[in-house]
């Protein structure tokens, strides 16, 4: 575990939310971005390190956190359903919950997450005691966490521990898409995309559509009844 002090800059200009104070980093835990902690390996206490980061690859992963945390707050709010588990690769964020919701709910899910992004609200990171952080309203809190821990707190939405990087603002997160939910036994595995990522699949998705328009020579949302008189015809052949 390195202890370490950091200034997150960009375009050599400090920006809101990117600085901390003898922060408990554990090496190879991967909980900052990608090549941050391998390029601590090595280096003495007291030394002064320049790491650099690739810029579109710290917001792509602030977008999905950040989106994460806030479709997990909405998810406990409206409906009591709790976040149990969250991965994140280079292609797919999931969230699995331990209710189940129905494809009504999960609207207003989307709906009330993509609200709390579009109101641009603050995101302020915490250092506190586990006695302090305890008196909050968090969404979830493990009571056998000891020492100073590290609080993300969206404004008057989610507030849970985390060591994950987050965003100054939720505006920054663009926007959030369920892009697909499945049964997990009493629980539910939703798969969602959030800003550049969201955007490029809709362009992807948007684009497969018209191309299937076309071939069909219909209009967008005559796809499916085309396609089910297409299938109906070939069942009777």
Not at 144 to 151: A, D, T
Not at 191 to 209: D, F, P, S, T, V
Request: charged share 30%; with cysteine; glycine share 6%.
């Amino acid at each position: 575990v390195a202890n370490i002090d950091y200034v997150g800059k960009k375009d050599g200009v400090a920006f809101e939310g990117g600085k901390g104070s003898d922060y408990p980093l554990k090496l190879g835990s991967h909980s900052f971005i990608d090549t941050f902690e391998d390029q601590l390996v090595g280096k003495s206490i007291g030394e002064e390190v320049e790491v650099t980061l690739d810029w579109a690859v710290r917001l792509d992963r602030m977008q999905q956190h950040c989106g994460e945390h806030i479709l997990s707050f909405v998810c406990w709010k409206l409906f009591e359903s709790n976040n149990i588990g969250f991965h994140m690769n280079e292609d797919t964020v999931t969230v699995d919950l331990d209710k189940a919701l129905s494809e009504e709910e999960l609207l207003q899910v989307e709906q009330e997450s993509n609200a709390i992004i579009w109101e641009n609200r603050p995101i302020t990171v915490l250092n506190l005691e586990s006695e302090e952080a305890a008196k909050l309203p968090m969404r979830k809190f493990n009571a056998n966490l000891q020492g100073i821990l590290r609080i993300v707190a969206v404004e008057n939405a989610d507030v849970c521990t985390c060591c994950g990087t987050h965003p100054p603002v939720t505006g920054m997160v663009g926007c959030l898409k369920i892009m697909r939910a499945e049964r997990r036994k009493q629980g539910q595995r939703l798969e969602i995309l959030c800003g550049a990522r969201a955007m490029a699949e809709y362009a992807k998705q948007n684009r497969i559509l018209r191309d299937l328009a076309t071939d069909l020579s219909a209009k967008v949302d005559e796809v499916p009844e085309r396609y089910a008189k297409m299938k109906e015809e070939m069942a009777n052949l």
